[in-house]
T-cell receptor, first 114, second 118 residues
Framework: GNSVTQMEGPVTLSEEAFLTINCTYT??????LFWYVQYPGEGLQLLLK?????DKGSNKGFEATYRKETTSFHLEKGSVQVSDSAVYFC?????????????FGTGTRLQVFP | DAMVIQNPRYQVTQFGKPVTLSCSQT?????MYWYQQKSSQAPKLLFH???????NEADTPDNFQSRRPNTSFCFLDIRSPGLGDAAMYLC?????????????????FGDGTRLSIL
């Protein structure tokens, strides 16, 4: 079945450092890929998404590119801020005309220090 | 602002005492979801409603039930909570299951209700 694998956290960075959080997936067909962020005490917020190979999702300085050849959707940001401290979830769903449920990775906690 | 609202933010109940969590949305979305999220884990889908059609996940315990009396509201009922049911419960909505291009619709989450069992 479909699955998502994320790097384990916590990821600890200083402010303005470069961020990469790795995400790889296993799926049949052409899934849609998402990154969600969960700030302390809150629900999940959609950060960005990509629906087909080579698409790049971007939002708030974060980017991720849908790489079908490596089945990856790594999250990157050039310069993190303390306010980016949160848990980041990579997720996939079935893809075009497929209503399969959203599958989440286990989440990666990011801690950014001043 | 249009949003997904969960009440209460924190709920404490006794072992075996029924409890109801509520979710409302002003987005007018067709689909509403309930997830269970235990500490340091990914959210786990319990069930969803597409309009009035209820869709239960195969591994959701019978102890968990849901009601959707209208488009705006959805309730999660736990008939006899056990200690293992202590978790964050997240409600989410999406406009539809698929967009006009066949792409999957993103889900919009509430802030969750943290349930504690005494």
């Amino acid at each position: 079945g479909n699955s998502v694998t994320q790097m384990e956290g916590p990821v600890t960075l200083s402010e303005e450092a470069f961020l990469t959080i790795n995400c790889t997936y296993t799926a049949t067909g052409y899934p849609s890929l998402f990154w969600y962020v969960q700030y302390p005490g809150e629900g999940l917020q959609l950060l960005l998404k990509a629906t087909k190979a080579d698409d790049k999702g971007s939002n708030k300085g974060f980017e991720a590119t849908y790489r079908k050849e490596t089945t990856s959707f790594h999250l990157e940001k050039g310069s993190v801020q303390v306010s980016d401290s949160a848990v980041y979830f990579c997720a996939l769903s079935g893809g075009p005309w497929n209503t399969d449920k959203l599958i989440f990775g286990t989440g990666t906690r990011l801690q950014v220090f001043p | 602002d249009a949003m997904v609202i969960q009440n209460p933010r924190y709920q404490v109940t006794q072992f075996g005492k029924p409890v109801t969590l509520s979710c409302s949305q002003t987005l007018n979305h067709n689909v509403m979801y309930w997830y269970q999220q235990k500490s340091s884990q990914a959210p786990k889908l319990l069930f969803h409603y597409y309009d009035k059609d209820f869709n239960n996940e195969a591994d959701t315990p019978d102890n968990f039930q849901s009601r959707r009396p209208n488009t705006s509201f959805c309730f999660l009922d736990i008939r006899s909570p056990g200690l293992g049911d202590a978790a964050m419960y997240l409600c989410a909505t999406s406009r539809d299951l698929l967009g006009q291009d066949g792409g999957n619709q993103p889900q919009h989450f509430g802030d969750g209700t943290r349930l504690s069992i005494l």
